[in-house]
């Protein structure tokens, strides 16, 4: 049985905010940043600083293997997953819950999960975020400067400038064992992805079915190593869909059959030392209500901030430190019920393990939480469950056809920030 918010899984009550009982904390013990260290440690590769999720696997996953399969499929939170049929059905055995990371927005939990680093480390603190280099608010799936016609890339800038700290692909556990990232065309060689997947080969497909076939002929003539298979298209039927619908099953089950025909169509051999893991990097919330950023209130907030910043339902805002008690109570009054809005201080801590905050001398060293500062926001607006920003331009409906936003993500509710994890033989998903 799958967990909901009505009967959720052991472990997950204790990430409740007692203040607001609609919110959960990432747990960066059990999160997206142990997806990479767990496939290496499959793969029999020491993950040494970077955590894994080995602690938390079910009884039926395997425990080593000499070929990872690794399926991030974008939104595909648990109610998502229950369109689904075989995966569903392996959950008890081979599936466990984990939670995503803050802000759960795209950009910083794929960060998270390639890298092995909260976001604190990593750098990608959000979506349309303030960047000290270059200077700006820049789109970080694009690596493009926000109304800037050239991308980063393209005006000649250097995008490891936009890295935080080395990540698990950074470093000898990544680069010493044979590893490929799959993605859709349009995607390889964006911002994101100069960022986040190391020196691992990129390979684009035009199509997911495209993608799983070059997946598999990868796993065939490889003898040990790592192919990773982003897929985009739950997260953006999601958007205009919701989770709900259940033409997402069409999707969910297409995805599911086609990891059958892969699993089929490989020798016995390579299919029994495959391990399968499947991870999300968030899951969706549902619109019903909308809070106005337009107008007169938009203009009021642009001439008093330095920039403004968007990670989905959460608000990022850079304000001189004159200016701060102002703006914050003019947040607090366009808000209301909606959400709650943070001083820095009291929202750094979603970004991290506790312990990166307590300058101990024995570990790695502390966060630089300036500069955590400067890209996360000196306020941050969380909004509550059923509630998304109104701005201009963000899929405006066109007649005779709706095409608004009706889920989105960003923020802390149980949706967004539970995901499920597999990890189970690739010989599980074979057609009988």
Known sequence: ??????????????????????????????????????????????????????????????????????????????????HSRQLKALFPDCGTWITSVFPTITSCALSSLYQGLPPARHGTLGHVI?????????????????????????????????????????????????????????IVGSGLSEIIYGEAPRVAFADPLEGIIKAGRILENMETGWVSLYMARVDTLTHVL?????????????????????????????????????????????????VPLQGEDLAWLESHTRALGFSGRVLHVYVNEANERAVK??????????????????????????ELFRHPADVTPPVNLAAVRRTLGDLVVVLDDGWNWERRGTLAPAEPYESRLVSQHGALTWHEVFVPFFCAPLGALRPE
Request: with cysteine.
């Open 1 to 82: 049985m799958l967990p909901t918010p009505e009967q959720p899984a052991e472990g997950m009550e204790a990430l409740r905010w007692p203040e607001a009982p609609h919110w959960f904390r990432p747990h960066y013990g059990r999160s997206l940043t142990g997806v990479m260290g767990t496939l290496f440690h499959l793969l029999g590769r020491p993950t040494g600083e970077f955590p894994t999720l080995m602690a938390h696997l079910p009884k039926g996953s395997p425990r080593k293997a000499k070929r990872v399969l690794l399926l991030c499929v974008d939104s595909l939170g648990f109610k998502e997953l229950g």
């Open 242 to 290: 919701t989770g709900d619908a259940p033409q997402l099953g069409l999707v969910v089950q297409h995805l599911e059959a086609m990891l059958g025909m892969l699993a089929a169509s490989l020798p016995a051999k390579v299919l029994e030392e495959t391990a399968l893991l499947v991870a999300a990097d968030h899951g969706q919330n549902i619109i019903r209500q909308r």
């Open 130 to 186: 303030w960047r000290e280099f270059p200077g700006a608010v820049v789109d970080m799936l694009k690596g493009k400067v926000v109304r800037a016609r050239a991308t980063l890339q393209e005006a000649g800038c250097d995008l490891s400038l936009l890295r935080g700290a080395p990540g698990i692909l950074d470093g000898p556990v990544g680069k010493n064992l044979p590893g490929y990232q799959l993605m859709d065309q349009a």
């Open 329 to 354: 109570d003019r947040l607090v009054a366009l808000t209301g019920e909606a959400g709650r809005v943070f001083r820095f201080d009291e929202v750094v801590g979603l970004t991290g393990p506790a």
